[in-house]
């Protein structure tokens, strides 16, 4: 399974970015999207969810309301929009996808990819 990430860079606090995430080596909509950030000297953190088929999402407390999950099954590809960014937000972004089907906040990750940064500047 690999899985690209892209679309991050630089942006002003209250802009928006979107990244994408292209992944391959199996059948995509069979399993659970998610992305995650790294800030610097922090631990990796869950940032959000999408069940297959889209049906659910899951978002930390920290970007509800701001960010949005969605999965493109036909072109194997998920997305992170990203509003109103504050310098918070600043992190290396992954996509990941567990090993096996299955859905839950607390899902083991198995694939990730190399990671895109975001910076956000005050």
């Known amino acids: 399974v690999q899985l690209q990430a892209s679309g991050g860079g630089l942006v002003q606090a209250g802009g928006s970015l979107r990244l994408s995430c292209a992944a391959s080596?199996?059948?995509?909509?069979?399993?659970?999207m998610g992305w995650f950030r790294q800030a610097p000297g922090k631990e990796r953190e869950f940032v959000a969810s999408?069940?297959?088929?889209?049906?659910?999402?899951l978002y930390a407390d920290s970007v509800k309301g701001r960010f949005t999950i969605s999965r493109d099954d036909a072109k194997n590809m998920v997305y992170l929009q990203m509003n109103r960014l504050n310098p918070e937000d600043t992190a290396v972004y992954y996509c990941?996808?567990?090993?096996?089907?299955?859905?839950?906040?607390?899902?083991?990750?198995?694939?990730w990819g190399q990671g895109t940064q975001v910076t956000v500047s005050s």
């Open positions: 999408i069940s297959l088929s889209g049906m659910a999402t």
């Open positions: 990941a996808t567990p090993k096996t089907t299955g859905w839950g906040r607390y899902l083991d990750y198995d694939y």
């Open positions: 080596g199996r059948t995509f909509n069979r399993y659970t």
